[in-house]
């Protein structure tokens, strides 16, 4: 066998081991996902066609079937196109570049990628504070805390969803300041809060639960980016934590070295 033979078909090799039999997501959405790391890594070009079924079924070692579904399923989320009699092609995707700095703020931090931004709130709540939302907010365990459900939106379409918490004692009525301006920033302005810095953001990746595929308007087994923040004045003082979620076939997280 010669070196570009062997070189094939050990990525081959690779690419199929990489397929999780018993991992609890379906074999088609972890094709799906596979076909996106392709496209994303420039193994597969935007316009160009896909190749055909039968190649992709050995290149991930499944079966025609598998590779349809996966198709059938980015084809919906509009990330390949199928032309009948010419083949399945991939569309030119751009995602939108979310950054996280100093001063993360939804509005301005996709301002000139989308023409409408705006965060709904869902939901709310008041409850009594974990162990984990009492320190990230410097308050003490059981004290009431107020749970904001928000989904952010860019031009019509869900980019973002996260679970917020403030202090009840010092934020009450922030869940009203919230569905009436549509923004976190304006909200605190309200309480007296004119500027406030990202104090740290911890950053992992998830399959999306059921909620998340609900509000966000995904397949299952799709990945979420997770940010878990707190923010706080320019004194120091803790006054939001939150945990975000986002779509990563849409949204890339970038992390700015200054603010």
């Not at 907010?137 to 917020?164: C, F, M, N, Q, Y």
């Not at 010092?170 to 500027?195: C, H, P, Q, V, Y």
Request: no cysteine; aromatic share 6%; charged share 25%.
């Amino acid at each position: 066998m010669t070196k570009g033979k062997n070189d094939r078909g050990q990525k081959l090799i690779g690419l199929a081991s990489s397929i999780e039999r018993r991992s609890g997501v379906s074999l088609w959405r972890q094709i799906a996902d596979r076909i996106l790391e392709g496209i994303a890594s420039g193994d597969f070009a935007e316009n160009a066609a896909l190749p055909p079924e039968v190649a992709l079924a050995e290149r991930y070692g499944v079966n025609r079937h598998t590779v349809r579904g996966a198709i059938a399923a980015l084809v919906q989320e509009g990330v390949l196109k199928a032309e009948q009699g010419r083949g399945t092609f991939v569309l030119s995707r751009k995602r939108l570049s979310y950054p996280i700095g100093a001063r993360t703020r939804f509005s301005t931090g996709l301002q000139g990628q989308t023409t409408e931004r705006h965060i709904a709130l869902l939901s709310s709540s008041t409850e009594p504070a974990n162990r984990r939302i009492a320190e990230a907010l410097g308050i003490t365990k059981a004290s009431a805390v107020i749970r904001l459900e928000t989904r952010g939106e860019a031009d019509g379409h869900p980019v973002s969803r996260a679970t917020t918490w403030f202090d009840a004692k010092r934020f009450a009525g922030i869940e009203a300041a919230m569905a009436e301006t549509g923004s976190i920033t304006a909200s605190l302005k309200r309480f007296g809060i004119n500027d406030y810095l990202r104090h740290s953001t911890v950053l992992s990746a998830r399959h999306a639960d059921a909620t998340d595929l609900a509000d966000l308007d995904l397949q299952p087994g799709a990945i979420v980016l997770v940010t878990v923040a707190v923010n706080v004045t320019l004194d120091g003082q803790p006054i939001q934590f939150a945990e975000s979620r986002f779509p990563a076939e849409r949204v890339e997280l970038r992390l700015l070295a200054n603010d």
